[in-house]
Nanobody, 125 residues
C-alpha cells in the first residue's frame, strides 16, 4: 500500500525554524515527483514547493522563496522541507504529495495522486 507520512510540525515562534519530513512506504519514492502543500483554516490548499524525482529541479511559491528549502534523500525514501524565518502567516497544515508523471503545473495540488495525512505548523509568539 502506497503511503506518505509527514512529521516535524509543531509550534514555533516567529523567526524560528522547523524541518518537515515526508517518508514514503510501499513504493520507491525516487520514481516520483514530490510537492509540499499547505492549507490554513478557511483557505484553499496551496502549493509551497516542488522537487523532481532526482532532485535536480525545485520550485517555490513566491511567499516562501528564500526561506524554505526542499530536498530529498532517495536512499531514505524521504523528502524534506526546511523552513526558516517562519512567519505567523505560515501557520497551516502541511501536506506532502507525490506524482509519477511529468507535470507542468508543479504547485497545483490537482496534479498529485498520493497524499499524506498532514502535519500542523503553528507560528505564534
Amino acid at each position: 500500500q502506497l503511503q506518505l507520512v509527514e512529521s516535524g510540525g509543531g509550534l514555533v515562534q516567529p523567526g524560528g525554524s522547523l524541518r518537515l519530513s515526508c517518508a514514503a512506504s510501499g513504493f520507491t519514492l525516487d520514481d516520483y515527483r514530490v510537492g509540499w502543500f499547505r492549507q490554513a483554516p478557511g483557505k484553499e490548499r496551496e502549493g509551497v514547493s516542488y522537487i523532481s524525482s532526482r532532485g535536480g529541479t525545485t520550485n517555490y511559491a513566491a511567499s516562501v522563496k528564500g526561506r524554505f528549502t526542499i530536498s530529498r534523500d532517495n536512499a531514505k525514501n524521504t523528502v524534506y522541507l526546511q523552513m526558516n524565518s517562519l512567519k505567523p502567516e505560515d501557520t497551516a497544515v502541511y501536506y506532502c504529495a507525490a506524482v509519477s508523471r511529468t507535470t507542468i503545473a508543479r504547485l497545483d495540488p490537482r496534479q498529485y495522486d498520493y497524499w499524506g495525512q498532514g502535519t500542523q505548523v503553528s507560528v505564534s509568539p
